[in-house]
């Protein structure tokens, strides 16, 4: 992943997994495997574990433990009021963006 997309993606993390958990609860290796599977290859399990610890403080989601059979019990993630509110706030902001960079790239080609 090169730099630019490394500091892009900073920017957009915490939405794009507040958007996976919109959809379904899961666990922090579903939510890294998923974006791998995406194309995020490079993204890290610890990053992502760390953005829900901040997501959980932040009072965005709601935590689960589920036990497991692998190990110790899994902490499941599920979005709640607060951060359906917050996901909401962050795709008007996308769009937002994503438009103006859009006509900016329109308007230089």
């Known amino acids: ?3 630019q997309e490394t500091e892009m993606l900073k920017g957009t993390l915490e939405g794009i997994v507040l958007a996976i958990l919109a ?3 899961a ?3 579903e939510i890294t495997s998923w ?3 995406q ?3 490079d993204i890290a399990e610890g990053t992502i574990y760390a953005l829900l610890v901040r997501l959980e403080q932040r009072g965005l ?3 689960e433990k589920v036990p497991s059979e692998k190990g110790p019990p899994r902490k499941v993630y599920s979005l709640n009021a607060a951060g ?3 996901l909401g706030d962050f795709w008007r902001t996308w769009s937002f963006l994503a438009d103006r960079i859009e006509q900016l790239r329109g308007e230089r080609e």
């Open 1 to 3: 992943m090169g730099k």
């Open 23 to 25: 959809g379904r609860s």
């Open 27 to 29: 666990y922090g290796y």
């Open 35 to 37: 974006l791998r599977e």
């Open 39 to 41: 194309g995020f290859a």
């Open 61 to 63: 989601v709601d935590v």
């Open 84 to 86: 359906r509110g917050y």
